[in-house]
Nanobody, 115 residues
């Protein structure tokens, strides 16, 4: 199983980025997929989840209304659209899959929001 994130970078406050998580070895339609983030000196926190059943989504209160998690089952990829970014969104963002065989993590992609 491999999860490969991309799309991170530097953006001004108020800007947007779209992160991608390309999965191989598992089907994103079959398992819960989520995005987590870890800021310097802080623990890893759950940002958004898209559940395998009916594609129900759930967000941390800090990103609700600004971030959208989605998936493309043809491309086997999960996305995180991030709008109205704030300095406090600066972190390394990780893709995560919870499967019957265990939990899998990507290598992370850095997002920096700064003027």
């Amino acid at each position: 199983v491999q999860l490969v994130e991309s799309g991170g970078g530097w953006v001004l406050p108020g800007g947007s980025l779209r992160l991608s998580c390309a999965a191989s070895g598992i089907s994103v339609s079959r398992y819960h997929m989520s995005w987590h983030r870890q800021a310097p000196g802080k623990g890893r926190e759950l940002v958004a989840t898209i559940f395998s059943i009916d594609d129900v989504t759930k967000y941390d209160d800090s990103v609700k209304g600004r971030f959208t998690i989605s998936k493309d089952t043809v491309k086997n990829t999960v996305y995180l659209q991030m709008n109205n970014l704030k300095a406090e969104d600066t972190a390394t963002y990780y893709c995560h899959s919870q499967t019957y065989g265990g939990d899998y993590w990507g290598q992370g992609t850095q997002v920096t929001v700064s003027s």
